[in-house]
């Protein structure tokens, strides 16, 4: 039996025949249609779809505008979301909890915390899904005080995720205690390990600096993944405690549970950095090359620039220009860790040079850049120099000067023995100096042999914040330099009553990789 040839229909006919489908199709085909499209990452299509179901009652209902509203979340369309939304109103769906659940994810997506707010109090009975995105939605919109207040007031039962959000609005609050009672409640309630709740503990500690409790837990998680590792490691290193967060990372490396990930590599090279331990930066870098292929590391990014800022800082600048060369990918942090970098070892010229550089590249300065330029005209005495960036930086780039920056003025007029134009400078700030500003200018005194402010220094540096007990050291010892031993004894007798210490110097000897 012969068949007839298949014959092409017309763009006419196809649509003649999608209405036809539409008009005595099930809603539930068509949702199927729809839900597909947005989970295969095609929202567009999918508001198209549902944008001619609208135009046929029967053919849509309460699972339509769910899975409309997800693909204008894929689609990051505010406008849209809130086209459907208006549309919710009047269609009689608005009472749906899964819409308003999907609603509410919506804004909070979007960050719109008031649109949320809005559509929460309409909701007659919150499920746990309901509290769960107000509470993060709170928390990522910097309501966290707000967020603990929802989470106090909730009727159901919280669980792993409402959890794990509440703990990270602790954690940003620094409020250890409340954060600590969430955690008996975990170990209460919770059945079995839950690793990201796990995570979630171990980052509280970590960013209210219990590092202590923070290790203790990380020993004893049943489970650890990379975030569990890098949590630690970044803990370690951003309060101080290198050498720690060195150990951590070989041991994560030696026991090979877990590959590191970027952030973990980045926190591991800032502590070398912090140590000058250049052998174990070059061995971080080198496993950094075995791996990238493997795990899809780049040198791009975030790791170059630390493996740039690990190598300055370790006094190893023409490895780190080397690197520098190499980033395929020049960002603001890149070009401003090479001129702070150049600064730091004596490369004034060269740092200024760079920013030339980093401008014809069409990359604009931030306050960052600025401290680095500063620095460089500083330690090289270009006072005019210094005084054209300082006054760009305002003027031109519309940046505001913090007071480290005000202290670089300082120590750039010190440095060049105008010790009369620094002291005006300081009276002319826009705010209370505090002892990083005193302490440029007093090294400066010093560094030319000016006595002549030590009594007033002396007196400033007593009602300044932010006054380490090394400059209070260097107060005293100039005062020892030049046989004043009763103002000596007096600065002593002062850090004592107030409780200031100067960190005792010491000096690192490196031996196969570790200090001692």
Same mark, same amino acid.
């Given at each position: 039996m012969l068949q007839k040839p298949f014959t092409f229909l017309s763009l006419k006919q196809l649509n003649q025949i999608h209405a036809h489908i539409i008009k005595f199709s099930k809603p539930n085909l068509l949702n199927s249609l729809l839900r597909s499209l947005v989970q295969t990452n095609a929202p567009h299509d999918a508001l198209l779809l549902y944008n001619q179901m609208l135009y046929e009652p029967t053919s849509h209902d309460h699972f339509t505008y769910t899975y409309a509203l997800k693909a204008c979340s894929l689609l990051h369309s505010v406008l849209k979301g809130q086209e459907i939304h208006a549309r919710i109103l009047t269609s009689g769906h608005h009472s749906d909890i899964f819409i308003q659940n999907t609603l509410l994810n919506l804004y909070v997506d979007f960050g719109e915390i008031i649109s949320a707010c809005?559509?929460?109090?309409t909701i007659s009975k919150p499920d746990v899904v309901t509290w769960t995105s107000m509470i993060s939605g709170l928390a990522k919109s910097g309501f966290q005080e707000e967020a603990l207040m929802a989470f106090v007031s909730m009727d159901v039962k919280p669980n792993s995720m409402t959890l794990v959000c509440i703990l990270s609005a602790c954690a940003r609050l620094r409020a250890l205690d409340k954060g600590k009672a969430i955690h008996a409640y975990c170990l209460r309630f919770l059945n079995g390990d839950n690793i990201i709740v796990d995570n979630a503990i171990l980052e509280l500690y970590v960013?209210?600096?219990?590092?202590?409790t923070a290790h203790h837990l990380f020993e004893t998680m049943p489970k650890r993944d990379v975030v569990s590792w890098t949590t630690i490691v970044c803990g370690y290193a951003q309060n101080g405690f290198y050498q720690e967060a060195i150990n951590v990372f070989r041991k994560m490396v030696n026991e090979d549970e877990v590959e590191p990930n970027e952030a973990t590599i980045v926190s591991v090279l800032s502590a070398c950095a912090s140590v000058g331990s250049l052998s174990l930066g070059q061995w971080v870098h080198a496993y950094v090359d075995g791996i990238k292929s493997v795990h899809d590391v780049s040198l791009d990014g975030h790791v170059g620039n630390a493996l740039v800022n690990m190598y300055a800082k370790c006094g190893s600048m023409g490895i780190a220009l080397r690197m520098f060369n190499r980033l395929a990918c020049k960002d603001l942090i890149s070009w401003s860790t090479i001129i702070g970098g150049m600064a730091m070892n004596g490369y004034g010229m060269q740092a200024l040079q760079m920013f030339s550089l980093m401008l014809c590249n069409g990359i604009a300065p931030d306050g960052v850049t600025f401290l680095g330029l500063l620095s460089a005209c500083s330690h090289a005495r270009l006072v005019d120099q210094g005084?054209?960036?300082?006054?760009?930086?305002?003027?031109?780039?519309?940046?505001k000067p913090k007071i480290e920056h005000y202290a670089c003025m300082?120590?750039?007029?010190?440095? #060049?023995? %105008?010790?009369?134009?620094?002291?005006?400078?300081?009276?002319? =700030?826009?705010?209370?100096?505090?002892?990083?500003?005193?302490? #440029?200018? %007093?090294?400066?005194?010093?560094?030319?042999?000016?006595?002549? =402010?030590d009594e007033r220094l002396a007196r400033c540096l007593l009602g300044a914040t932010n006054v380490s007990g090394g400059t209070f050291a260097l107060l005293s010892n100039t005062y020892a330099c030049a046989k004043r031993w009763e103002e000596f004894h007096r600065v002593r007798l002062v850090m004592r009553c107030m409780g200031v210490r100067k960190t005792p110097g010491c000096s690192w000897v490196e031996v196969h990789g570790f200090h001692s």
């Open positions: 809005r559509v929460f109090e960013k209210c600096g219990a590092l202590v005084r054209s960036f300082f006054t760009a930086m305002r003027d031109v780039y519309g940046i300082v120590d750039l007029y010190g440095r #060049a023995g %105008l010790i009369d134009e620094a002291e005006s400078f300081i009276r002319e =700030l826009p705010m209370k100096p505090d002892g990083v500003v005193w302490a #440029a200018l %007093l090294n400066a005194c010093k560094i030319h042999g000016d006595g002549r =402010l």
